[in-house]
Nanobody, 129 residues
C-alpha cells in the first residue's frame, strides 16, 4: 500500500503560478509511474500529467501543455506539478496517483484512471479572473 498526500493548492489570480507537491509513504520501495489528475464538480476526473518511474518520460494533457511541468524526486518520495500562467478553467481539485510498474516497464507513464492503484485526497486550486 502507498499513501499519497497532496499539498500546495490555493487561490491565485489568472496568470499566476502554483507548485503542487505529493508526498508518498508506505511501500515506496516498489516502482510506480506517477500522475496528476483533476476533478471539477459534476465532471469526470481528468488526466493532467504523467511521469515514468525513472522520470525520463513525461506526458501532458493538451489543455496544460506548455504551462504545467511534472517532476519527481524518488530519493525524497516526492511528486511535483509546477503550474504557470494559470487560467480560471484550471480550477479543480488536483489529485496525485501512483500506478505500479516493474523493471521492464519502468520507462512508461500512465494516462488512464484504471492504470493507477493509489490516489491522494486532493488539494484545491482556485484561479480567479
Amino acid at each position: 500500500q502507498v499513501q499519497l498526500v497532496e499539498s500546495g493548492g490555493g487561490s491565485v489570480q489568472a496568470g499566476g503560478s502554483l507548485r503542487l507537491s505529493c508526498t508518498a509513504s508506505g511501500r515506496t520501495d516498489r516502482m510506480y509511474a506517477m500522475g496528476w489528475f483533476r476533478r471539477v464538480p459534476g465532471k469526470e476526473r481528468e488526466f493532467v500529467a504523467g511521469i515514468s518511474w525513472n522520470g525520463i518520460k513525461r506526458t501532458y494533457a493538451d489543455s496544460v501543455k506548455g504551462r504545467f511541468t511534472i517532476s519527481r524526486d524518488n530519493s525524497k518520495n516526492m511528486l511535483y506539478l509546477e503550474m504557470r500562467n494559470l487560467k480560471p478553467e484550471d480550477t479543480a481539485v488536483y489529485h496525485c496517483a501512483a500506478g505500479p510498474v516493474d523493471r521492464s516497464t519502468g520507462g512508461i507513464y500512465y494516462t488512464e484512471i484504471y492504470e493507477y492503484d493509489y490516489w491522494g485526497q486532493g488539494t484545491q486550486v482556485t484561479v480567479s479572473s
